[in-house]
T-cell receptor, first 117, second 115 residues
Framework: EAGVTQSPTHLIKTRGQQATLRCSPI?????VYWYQQALGLGLQFLLW???????NRGNFPPRFSGRQFPNYSSELNVNALELEDSALYLC????????????????FGPGTRLLVL | AQKITQTQPGMFVQEKEAVTLDCTYD???????LFWYKQPSSGEMIFLIY??????QNATEGRYSLNFQKARKSANLVISASQLGDSAMYFC????????????FGAGTRLAVHP
């Protein structure tokens, strides 16, 4: 069974540009999550999509947005890039549900390293 | 406020020995899940083990076991028979029930396994 895939692996942008990151979940998983791992800030929850809808959002400005497609893959868009957006962006997927049980374990992809110059 | 605390920034262990990585959590929610993930230098987060708040027994997965002490709000990871490939960052995380689904991560512990 294929794991979560993310593209690109690395992305270099300049301040003010837009970045688009992509994620394909594990087959059978309908929920996709995005996390940011920035130096010194740890892992922070960004967004949760399920069945094409945004279900929850972390404490990030509106220039962080995304969407989920009918095949459950997802895009994360970061507009008006700032230097502090440089980070590893991790995508995770899980089976649907909100009970908090092991069946909803989030499995992560390899990440996209975004560097903003 | 929901929070995960990992007080050991770095740990080292001799190959084939056991090591315990500490994790304490704070929540008033009675229903939650606790997770441990391993992050090698490549960056990918690898799921290791899960403990539900209502589970009566400590979770085990191969060489990994979770020492769950609910009253103390601790969920320490025990790695037995350490291997060189265990060298990585280890993150403790918590997920609350109720539809929020986000994982709350600790700061992580960097484990170095020495031959």
């Amino acid at each position: 069974e294929a794991g979560v895939t993310q593209s690109p692996t690395h992305l270099i942008k300049t301040r003010g540009q837009q970045a688009t990151l992509r994620c394909s979940p594990i087959s059978g998983h309908t929920s996709v999550y995005w996390y940011q791992q920035a130096l010194g800030l740890g892992l922070q929850f960004l967004l949760w999509y399920d069945e094409g809808e945004e279900r929850n959002r972390g404490n990030f400005p509106p220039r962080f947005s995304g969407r989920q497609f009918p095949n459950y893959s997802s895009e994360l868009n970061v507009n008006a890039l700032e230097l502090e957006d440089s980070a590893l962006y991790l995508c995770a997927s899980s089976r649907p549900g909100t009970s908090g049980g092991i069946q909803e374990t989030q499995y992560f992809g390899p990440g996209t390293r975004l560097l903003v110059l | 406020a929901q929070k995960i605390t990992q007080t050991q920034p770095g740990m080292f262990v001799q190959e084939k020995e056991a090591v315990t990585l500490d994790c304490t959590y704070d929540t008033s929610d009675p229903s939650y899940g606790l997770f441990w993930y391993k992050q090698p230098s490549s960056g990918e987060m690898i799921f290791l083990i899960y403990q539900g708040s209502y589970d009566q027994q400590n979770a085990t997965e191969g060489r990994y076991s979770l020492n769950f002490q609910k009253a103390r709000k601790s969920a320490n990871l025990v790695i037995s028979a350490s291997q060189l490939g265990d060298s990585a960052m280890y993150f403790c995380a918590m997920r609350l029930s109720g539809g929020y689904n986000k994982l709350i991560f600790g700061a992580g512990t960097r484990l170095a396994v020495h031959p």
